[in-house]
């Protein structure tokens, strides 16, 4: 059992019902010349929280925590992609349309596929969603009950939108979540204080607000501290 400091409070964790979800960490959002930039967004927002999820990555490896990884995207004749969402960007700019990193959110393309840093370990799910939540029309649920898992930690991008949809979603299946802070990112700062304000908020009203050194400091009390990522 292992307590994680945290907002509103520290939070018990059973690291062999825990796991820990990585969202959509994915070249089209984080990289120069994805989707992301093309968007007119600063990919460096969301490129800085790699170092952190890598050392969380590492933790919860090291520590026997389920690993679990997400991906934005849609099949390549875009029958998974309700019109309302491709349409909402400038065309030229849509889903399915070519970019620098092949065809946009489209799985099976370089831009899709998640940062090196990053990568999925063999053995390590990763979950295609059509949606923002991570939830939705997947078998993510079905993975975590038949693990026994009842605490998410949560890392990833974007936290407003991708992040927060998801904890919401697991918060009514009656999982717990712990968001680590540091390892989400949003192009818009003022969105990713927000949302982490939400989470926490009224005695944590959907999870629980921590951060990388914190979350080691629980599952590896032994470990030496590594350089660089503030533990």
Not at 14 to 22: C, H, I, K, Y
Not at 55 to 70: S, Y
Request: glycine share 12%.
């Amino acid at each position: 059992m292992a307590v994680i400091d945290a907002r509103p409070g520290p939070i018990a964790c059973d690291t062999g019902r825990a796991a820990l979800l990585v969202i959509d960490m994915q070249r089209d959002f984080l990289e120069p010349g994805g989707f992301g930039a093309a968007l007119g967004n600063d990919v460096s927002r969301l490129a800085r929280v790699v170092a952190p999820c890598r050392a969380l990555l590492d933790a919860a490896r090291a520590a026997g925590l389920a690993v679990i990884h997400t991906r934005e995207g849609h099949r390549p004749d875009l029958s998974d992609a309700p019109r309302a969402k491709v349409e909402r960007s400038p065309p030229g700019l849509r889903i399915g349309d070519p970019g620098p990193m092949g065809r946009i959110l489209i799985r099976g393309e370089p831009g899709h596929e998640i940062v090196p840093d990053l990568a999925p370990l063999p053995g390590e799910p990763v979950i295609d969603k059509p949606g923002k939540g991570a939830f939705y029309q997947t078998d993510l649920e079905l993975m975590l009950r038949n693990r026994g898992v009842e605490t998410l930690l949560v890392a990833g991008v974007t936290t407003e939108v991708c992040v927060h949809t998801t904890v919401r979603e697991a918060n009514d299946r009656g999982l717990r979540c712990i968001v680590v802070g540091d390892c989400c990112g949003s192009y818009f700062p003022e969105f990713h204080a927000a949302a982490l304000a939400m989470v926490s908020a009224q005695g944590g009203i959907f999870g629980w607000v921590s951060d990388v050194a914190a979350v080691r400091r629980a599952l590896l009390p032994s470990a030496t501290p590594r350089t660089g990522d503030g533990t």
